[in-house]
């Protein structure tokens, strides 16, 4: 069974570069935005639209294989009441499509359901971000203030 406690390690590999590597060794690179590399924002966007994906192609895939299976997550930047800054809305939009056979047709009639619950249940990431989740910053061990 996978930890519970979920840990990534982010490294500098130069001025506004970065990456991100798992316990299992596997890495992301990411960065300011002055190159190709994922943003930080936009990396929280593709793991919220990764995980659902995860989801609801776990148990569509059982019955077959997608035809098309594309998830577009955005996310409008504002600046809240007390100035700081965040996403309000993200969304996701699901285009998810099968053969017309007996599997496809099965598989379809899936989606909306496995994605309202992948919403109201199994998304961790997506669940974590709506939620009024504490995130504790530390420095050398110690938190702030």
Same mark, same amino acid.
């Given at each position: 069974m996978p930890s519970a406690t979920k840990k990534v390690t982010v490294f500098r590999r130069g001025e506004g570069r970065y990456v991100a590597t798992n316990a299992r060794g596997g890495q992301v690179r990411l960065g300011n935005? +002055? /190159?190709d590399d994922f943003t930080? $924002?936009? =990396? =929280? *966007? +593709?793991a919220i639209g990764g995980?659902? !994906?995860v989801d609801v192609d776990t148990v569509t895939s059982r019955r077959d294989e997608p035809e098309q299976f594309e998830v577009v997550v955005s996310g409008a930047r504002i600046v809240d009441e007390a100035g700081g800054n965040r996403l309000d809305p993200v969304t996701l939009d699901f285009a998810v499509h099968f053969k017309d056979t007996e599997e496809g047709r099965e598989a +379809? !009639? *899936?989606v909306e359901r496995l994605v309202k619950l992948?919403? /109201?249940k199994e998304c961790t990431v997506a669940r974590t971000v709506s +939620?009024?989740?504490?995130? $504790?910053?530390?420095v050398d061990g110690h938190p702030l203030d």
């Open positions: 935005g +002055a /190159d930080p $924002v936009e =990396l =929280l *966007l +593709a995980c659902s !994906s +379809a !009639s *899936l992948s919403r /109201d +939620a009024d989740t504490q995130v $504790v910053f530390k």
